[in-house]
């Protein structure tokens, strides 16, 4: 009897000391000072200022006939036999081109719009973004660049340049169902 009054003391003693320890420690965590709530509270500092001699870079551009569509060995490694990635995003709906007017004015992104350039408008896709479209009437296929903002009409999902048009076949219907994949 009195082994097992020992042991309920020392069970008692120790979920006290266990108590002051947790009751110190939650109360000492809970009390920030005032300065340290200012600090939390403190507006992000500005971001630094850009680096001297951006504007003179020279614009990068990407030449989209020569992009790889197959896997391209590197330095003597061939390339391993994957299967093909799952596109990033996959939207079908109806295509339209346009050229014409619109060439040599600003696009959204701030470049000029050439009806010869194998680029696209897309409402919500990132500029820059690589698109492949597919004509589902003909199957015919081109990779573009999206660098501006439409179509404007409900119903279709993209405007193609005058070239990408071209090359989809679609350059007398105006319009056509499509599929398209962002690759990049």
């Known amino acids: 009897m009195q082994l097992a009054s020992a042991i309920a003391k020392t069970i008692l003693f120790a979920a006290v000391v266990l108590g002051a320890f947790v009751a110190v420690v939650l109360g000492s965590a809970c009390s920030l000072t005032s300065a340290a709530l200012r600090e939390w509270e403190s507006p992000m500092p500005p971001p630094p200022p850009a680096p001297r001699g951006l504007s003179q870079m020279p614009e990068t551009t990407v030449d989209l006939q020569t992009v790889p569509t197959q896997p391209v060995a590197f330095q003597g490694i061939p390339p391993l036999d994957l299967p093909p990635a799952e596109p990033l995003f996959v939207q079908r709906g109806v295509a339209s081109w346009y050229g ?18 194998l680029t696209a408008a897309h409402r919500t896709l990132p500029f820059n973004s690589i698109v492949r479209v597919r004509n589902l009437t003909n199957q015919r296929e081109v990779v573009v660049r999206i660098n501006d903002r439409g179509p404007f009409i409900r119903g279709r999902i993209i405007d193609l340049s005058e070239a990408a048009a071209r090359e989809l076949g679609m350059i007398r219907a105006g319009i056509v169902p499509v599929e398209i994949e962002v690759i990049q």
Not at 100 to 116: C, L, P, Q, Y
């Open 100 to 117: 014409g007017w619109h060439h040599g004015r600003k696009t959204a992104n701030g470049e000029r719009f050439n009806k010869a350039e």
